[in-house]
């Protein structure tokens, strides 16, 4: 497939495109923006920054992927932004590069990120996220594998979201998401397990059952924190996956847990 660029685009000299690359009508690349093969940057389109994407990934009209951080510690230079393959940014979504020179914001593989919505500087994102319209991550937030962000939610900055967990709509998140559980509300609570999500994602009745006895020891035994962890490391089987997953997420929370 060859690099097909629409004579009204603008790709600035420095910026390095790989054959199969397509840029539509009025789009825009900057001078140190480095695009793989098979990414498709739509009419009105802006890519910038120290950016570098992989293959197959699509920039929807208006979307502006690279921009300057928001940070007001910003003090110069190029700070990165690193995405991988097969993302689709839809209109009107940014996301925005690192804050200081030597550090970068991620996005892994296979995320949708819906209309509106917006990823600040330094957040780090895995893969195949749905996120929908009008949410945002803040600075330095980290997203698991296979989340789900409802509409218009917003996520504090160093928040942490776990693995095939979900957060519901228009839900302001202030505190860590644990892996696999549900979390809605102002400020958001987690309130069950993302069973549809989990089954969606192939566990078999029996992981899902485990999660269902994970969720009611930490979360309705009127434990604190320290204490869940215990009675979960003596209770169930540590050497499973998703145990020491949820366990090691909970050691890991510097915000505290939703």
């Known amino acids: 497939m060859p690099t097909d660029i629409h004579p009204t685009a603008i790709i600035e000299r420095g910026a390095e495109l790989e054959e199969g690359v397509i840029v539509g009508p009025y789009a825009f690349i900057g001078s140190k923006v480095k695009i793989a093969r098979g990414t498709n940057v739509m009419h009105h389109a802006t890519v910038d920054g120290a950016t570098t994407m992989g293959p197959d990934n699509e920039v929807h009209p208006y979307a502006y992927v690279g921009g300057k951080t928001h940070d007001l510690k910003y003090s110069g230079g190029c700070p990165g932004l690193r995405i991988g393959a097969k993302n689709v940014f839809r209109e009107f979504t940014t996301v925005h590069c690192a804050t200081n020179e030597d550090s970068e914001t991620v996005v892994g ?15 780090i994102v895995g893969n195949y996220l749905v996120m ?3 949410s945002a991550l803040g600075g330095h937030v980290q997203v698991g594998n296979r989340v789900n962000i409802g509409w218009g939610a917003g996520l504090h900055q160093f928040c942490r979201v776990g693995d095939h967990a979900m957060v519901g709509a228009a839900s302001k998140v202030v505190q860590d998401v ?3 559980m549900i979390a809605d509300g102002n400020p958001a609570m987690v309130r069950t397990t993302n069973k549809v999500g989990l089954e969606r994602a192939g566990f078999s009745p029996e992981d899902i059952n485990l999660v269902r006895r994970v969720f009611k020891m930490f979360y309705k035994e009127g434990l604190n924190r320290r204490q869940a962890a215990e009675k979960l490391s003596a209770e169930l089987p540590v050497d499973h996956s998703l145990v020491l997953t949820f366990l090691a997420f909970v050691e890991g929370s510097e915000r505290g847990l939703s």
């Open 109 to 123: 593989n296979h995320n949708l990120i819906l209309a509106y919505s917006h990823i600040a500087h330094e957040c």
């Open 132 to 134: 929908s319209s009008h």
């Open 178 to 180: 644990p892996p696999f």
